[in-house]
């Protein structure tokens, strides 16, 4: 792992939560972006080199929708950078974690993903990053 890269939130409205974050940290989020595929749509904000990452769920199946209807609003997980994911996937894999997918997937943010179970780190919930825009080792 490189360094903590965001810190996701769960939040029920998205456009409510970006202002109560915006005048918490005094400054506005800049970007939203939807990811389909998880059935969230994302908030950033950035406050000294780490991000927050606010998560509504846009489906009422989606991860995001189950764990606010379980826990309530609140930190949903940490994000770690890796430098590559693929070897990271298999590093933890082998250390005994357990890996919610076994392949990486798109996520927001230009990031390939994949979370770890939270079973397997102490009931948080982690999630391993590459920025896409890095050059990928061929083997």
Same mark, same amino acid.
């Given at each position: ?17 970006n202002?109560?974050?915006a ?13 389909p ?9 950035e ?30 997980h ?5 430098? %590559?994911?693929?070897?990271?996937i298999? %590093? ?9 997918? %076994? ?6 943010d ?7 179970h ?8 982690v999630?391993?990053?590459? %920025? ?8």
């Amino acid at each position: 792992m490189e360094k903590l890269e965001h810190i996701g939130i769960a939040v029920k409205n998205l456009e409510k939560s970006n202002l109560l974050f915006a005048k918490l940290l005094g400054k506005p989020h800049y970007k939203i972006e939807e990811v389909p595929s998880e059935g969230v749509r994302t908030s950033f904000f950035e406050l000294g080199g780490i991000k927050i990452e606010l998560l509504e769920a846009t489906k009422v199946n989606s991860p995001i929708a189950r764990f606010i209807e379980k826990r309530g609003e609140g930190i949903h997980h940490l994000a770690f950078e890796v430098t %590559d994911i693929d070897k990271s996937i298999q %590093d933890y894999s082998e250390k005994g974690f357990t890996l919610l997918n %076994d392949q990486p997937k798109a996520g927001a943010d230009n990031k390939q993903i994949v979370f770890m179970h939270p079973k397997s780190t102490n009931g948080v919930l982690v999630e391993l990053c590459e %920025d896409n825009s890095q050059t990928k080792k061929t083997t």
